[in-house]
């Protein structure tokens, strides 16, 4: 009954009001994407339940609070393979990834292509 009520509630809040908890999450993931990648963390600074992100996220963005992580942390990591001279090793510790093969696991996952592919098919 309180999701329903609050949902309602904030139903009218666009993304861009500076006080809709939807605004402050996109904002909270552009400063920490790089090294805060739970669901939980996000939903503890915003002082709501990671439950009420997921359907804050669902709502606004049609995707999970998760996915929304993970889709700037994809599209930072596309940006340093296409415009940057970093390696792939360098990306992925600069993402915050503890090691080299499970961001590419996790590139892969997103993208079907290896950042390898990914950079050749660009041709950086």
């Known amino acids: 009954m309180i999701t329903l009520w609050v949902e309602h509630k904030f139903s009218d809040m666009l993304p861009h009001h500076s006080k809709s908890p939807s605004y402050k999450f996109q904002a909270l993931v552009d400063k920490h ?3 805060q990648k739970t669901v939980s963390f996000y939903a503890n600074h915003l002082c709501i339940t990671s ?11 049609k995707m999970s609070a998760l996915d929304f992580i993970q889709e700037r942390v994809l599209l930072e ?3 340093l393979l296409h415009s940057s001279d970093k390696s792939i ?3 992925a510790f600069d993402l915050g990834f503890k090691s080299q093969t499970y961001f590419c696991y996790f590139f892969k996952a997103k993208t ?3 950042p390898r592919e990914y ?4 041709g950086s």
């Open 33 to 35: 994407f790089k090294t």
């Open 51 to 61: 439950n009420y992100l997921g359907i804050l996220c669902r709502k606004q963005y």
């Open 77 to 79: 990591a596309k940006r």
């Open 89 to 91: 090793k360098e990306v």
């Open 112 to 114: 079907s292509l290896t």
């Open 119 to 122: 950079k050749t098919l660009l």
